[in-house]
Nanobody, 125 residues
Framework: QFQLVESGGGLVQPGGSLRLSCAASGFTLNYYAIGWFRQAPGKEREGVSCISNSIGRTDYADSVKGRFTISRDNAKNTVFLQMNSLKPEDTAVYYC??????????????????WGQGTQVTVSS
């Protein structure tokens, strides 16, 4: 059974950091591009970052460039999103998703096949 499980969300003050994890079970994550998406109340889901399989090409939304870093640990079958210098506007439910595509990743949520249940990130003082 394909399953993605996000963890690492929580409440953090502005300027703080969190590291989100996306752990896969039932399939080998290395064969998939992985994307991180977020959805704030009343807003559409938006792409945050993505990483391709094996060669690890990455992409970031302009709003998070220089603050967020995506990485993968194939031995642990897990993808991470390190979030630094967090801002209140980063508050959202964060989702990871998997796309069976080689050598590249995309920030288009409609192309992703498998989704986790999401983890809440709240940035507030």
């Amino acid at each position: 059974q394909f399953q993605l499980v996000e963890s690492g969300g929580g409440l953090v003050q502005p300027g703080g950091s969190l590291r989100l994890s996306c752990a896969a079970s039932g399939f080998t994550l290395n064969y998939y591009a992985i994307g991180w998406f977020r959805q704030a109340p009343g807003k559409e889901r938006e792409g945050v970052s993505c990483i391709s399989n094996s060669i690890g090409r990455t992409d970031y939304a302009d709003s998070v460039k220089g603050r967020f870093t995506i990485s993968r640990d194939n031995a642990k079958n897990t993808v991470f999103l390190q979030m630094n210098s967090l801002k209140p506007e980063d508050t959202a439910v964060y989702y990871c998703a998997a796309l069976p595509r080689f050598g590249m990743c995309v920030m288009d949520a409609t192309q992703y096949l498998y989704w986790g249940q999401g983890t809440q990130v709240t940035v507030s003082s």
